[in-house]
């Protein structure tokens, strides 16, 4: 990736609005993308079924729709992840979130977890769309995060992401760091989980992601304008 000319505008577009809350209603989907369109992210993150209605929400935007596959645990059969990225992305997504199958990679079942990201990777890279890939490093050792970038790196995929925001520890310094040593440039990492200020938001950047997941967008992105303001971005 090219280097960022650091304004609030970049900082938007650097983020997924994360609207993955297992009791979010409707409703609040609608709030949802009515932040994202206005403050003009990269994203919105949704649970499959909200798909569609937000790609009509977000129709004549810049905003895409991340929709997320085998969330939050990673745990569905290859063959059901693969039927839930065609179905997400004939509703409208332009992007996936897919959650590794954790327990193979703790179990160092590598061939298994080859086979379903290929899997994954195959049919929507057909359809053109990107996916990223959720490690979960919650649950990992440094050694599994570094096989994890290294099987990911080797089969194309176009992001490694940290964390669903659901397990007991979300994005770090220290994981980002890891991650970007372990991938060649051209996969991007994402940074998800327990992101709420600019300050945190900057420092995940500065480490190597340049995509991050958040629900604090509307603080986050005031800050960054506030701070371009006096100069200080």
């Given at each position: ?88 992305i004939d509703d409208g997504a332009d ?84 991650m970007r040593e372990n991938c060649r ?48 971005l």
């Amino acid at each position: 990736m090219e280097p960022v000319t650091l304004t609030a505008r970049a900082i938007a577009k650097m983020i997924d609005h994360s609207l993955l809350q297992p009791d979010l209603t409707d409703a609040d989907i609608v709030d949802g993308c009515d932040v994202a369109r206005r403050f003009d992210v990269a994203s919105v993150c949704v649970r499959p079924y909200d798909v569609k209605v937000c790609k009509e929400l977000l129709s004549g935007t810049d905003v895409l729709v991340s929709a997320v596959v085998g969330f939050p645990h990673g745990n569905s059969a290859t063959e059901t992840k693969v039927f839930e990225t065609l179905q997400v992305i004939d509703d409208g997504a332009d992007e996936i979130d897919v959650v590794l199958p954790i327990g193979k990679v703790r179990s160092g079942d590598w061939s298994y977890v080859e086979r379903e990201v290929g899997s994954i990777l195959q049919k929507a890279h057909q359809r053109m769309v990107i996916v990223k890939v959720i490690f979960e490093n919650h649950y990992l050792t440094a050694e599994q995060i570094v096989q994890c970038c290294r099987l990911c790196d080797r089969l194309g995929v176009d992001f490694v992401k940290t964390s669903t925001g659901y397990a007991g520890t979300g994005a770090s310094v220290e994981h980002i760091r890891l991650m970007r040593e372990n991938c060649r440039p051209r996969v991007q990492i994402k940074a998800a989980g327990g992101i709420r200020t600019l300050d945190q938001f900057l420092a995940l950047y500065r480490a190597g992601a340049t995509r991050q997941g958040t629900r604090s967008t509307q603080t986050i992105v005031e800050a960054a304008e506030m701070r371009e303001r006096e100069g200080f971005l």
